[in-house]
T-cell receptor, first 111, second 115 residues
Framework: DSGVTQTPKHLITATGQRVTLRCSPRSGDLSVYWYQQSLDQGLQFLIQYYNGEERAKGNILERFSAQQFPDLHSELNLSSLELGDSALYFC??????????FGQGTRLTVV | AQTVTQSQPEMSVQEAETVTLSCTYDTSENNYYLFWYKQPPSRQMILVIRQEAYKQQNATENRFSVNFQKAAKSFSLKISDSQLGDTAMYFCAFMKLSGTYKYIFGTGTRLKVLA
């Protein structure tokens, strides 16, 4: 158990819909990272938050957004979903050191 | 931009044997970390081993060791005495130490340990 909790574990939704993925980092970790794992793109960095502020952006679509709340949990919002958004979405957290701990991921299926 | 290449999509090894997974990377950075992560069918990303680029000594964690060749930008993982539980997808990852601590992952090698 990494100490990072992601909910839900599985999500099935229709094209055009909007979903929210939730991540609770390890106790004391200020940084939260979101990654997408898909068959065609592999594991890609999406976005990072540090203590409530956006720190870095990767290959995140404009239809996607994230935020980190005062209690340090983070949410990734995916809207206008397309079939190609089906993927495993990971959250990872760290204390600002060069090693992050991953949650078990949310498997998103868009039908 | 940094890239990580894993040229072996799939490998298999007999139980108790030794296997080496290859990884090469490209960067102009001098300060960075390299990692091997394991992803079993449970899909959890598990850190196997970490190497700091400034350290010449190769990292070792029990049955797992790396061969880090900085000049050649090569970072291979050796698994000794392979066990059935080592069956998983293995990802090589790069992290530069300037800016944000984000991982750049390779495409992975699927390892199957045969009984």
């Amino acid at each position: 158990d990494s100490g990072v909790t992601q909910t839900p574990k599985h999500l099935i939704t229709a094209t055009g819909q909007r979903v929210t993925l939730r991540c609770s980092p390890r106790s004391g970790d200020l940084s939260v990272y979101w990654y997408q794992q898909s068959l065609d793109q592999g594991l890609q960095f999406l976005i990072q938050y540090y203590n409530g502020e956006e720190r870095a952006k990767g290959n995140i679509l404009e239809r996607f957004s994230a935020q980190q709340f005062p209690d340090l949990h983070s949410e990734l919002n995916l809207s206008s979903l397309e079939l190609g958004d089906s993927a495993l979405y990971f959250c990872a957290s760290s204390q600002g050191t060069p090693e992050a701990f991953f949650g078990q991921g949310t498997r998103l299926t868009v039908v | 931009a940094q890239t990580v290449t894993q040229s072996q999509p799939e490998m298999s090894v007999q139980e108790a044997e030794t296997v080496t997974l290859s990884c090469t990377y490209d960067t102009s950075e001098n300060n960075y970390y390299l990692f091997w992560y394991k992803q079993p069918p449970s899909r959890q990303m598990i850190l196997v081993i970490r190497q700091e680029a400034y350290k010449q000594q190769n990292a070792t964690e029990n049955r797992f060791s790396v061969n880090f060749q900085k000049a050649a930008k090569s970072f291979s993982l050796k698994i000794s005495d392979s066990q059935l539980g080592d069956t998983a997808m293995y990802f090589c990852a790069f992290m530069k130490l300037s800016g944000t601590y984000k991982y750049i992952f390779g495409t992975g090698t699927r390892l199957k340990v045969l009984a």
